[in-house]
């Protein structure tokens, strides 16, 4: 078995895990040796390091998941989509897109992109250059209530 002096080393060990917030794993196997293992906790996130898209158990059915409508979009929608999530302030899911900053072709891509989108209630223009997309689908996390309260509201 161990002696003191092998004791009261693992006993510091695990003082020093626990003071460095690490899972401490000390492993016998004789009398002599011993093997410490420690392992350092992962920090707790608030937040995913991912967006939150509608899905799981609010979910009626597959169709109606973000993955399945984009999947579903001709290039331009789906090109307007991502550029306009790729802009996207997630406190207010709120995007500038600024006509300047686009080519001709993607100007084109817009015009015809953003009209089937709105139709379909995934993105809406909130006044010029400046477009919403649906809270329901890309919803943001700590400011949903007052977000979809002003989505109902255009």
Avoid: C
């Avoid at 078995?1 to 009261?8: H, V």
């Avoid at 390091?49 to 799981?56: K, L, W, Y």
């Amino acid at each position: 078995m161990l002696d003191d002096k092998d004791i009261e080393k693992v006993k510091l060990l695990i003082e020093t895990n626990i003071n460095n917030n690490s899972l401490f794993l000390p492993q016998v196997y004789s009398d002599e040796e011993y093997v410490v293992r420690s392992q350092k906790k992962r920090p707790k996130h608030k937040l995913p390091p991912f967006v939150a898209h509608r899905g799981g158990k609010y979910m009626k059915d597959r169709k109606d998941s973000l993955l399945h409508i984009i999947g579903k979009m001709n290039a331009a929608e789906r090109w307007f989509f991502l550029y306009v999530d790729n802009l996207l302030e997630f406190e207010t899911n709120e995007a500038v897109v600024r006509n300047s900053d686009l080519t001709n072709t993607q100007l084109g891509y817009k015009t015809k992109a953003y009209k089937s989108l709105h139709k379909r209630g995934l993105i809406k223009r909130i006044k010029r250059e400046h477009y919403m997309i649906n809270p329901d689908m890309v919803i943001p996390l700590e400011t949903y209530p007052i977000v979809k309260k002003k989505w109902d509201s255009i």
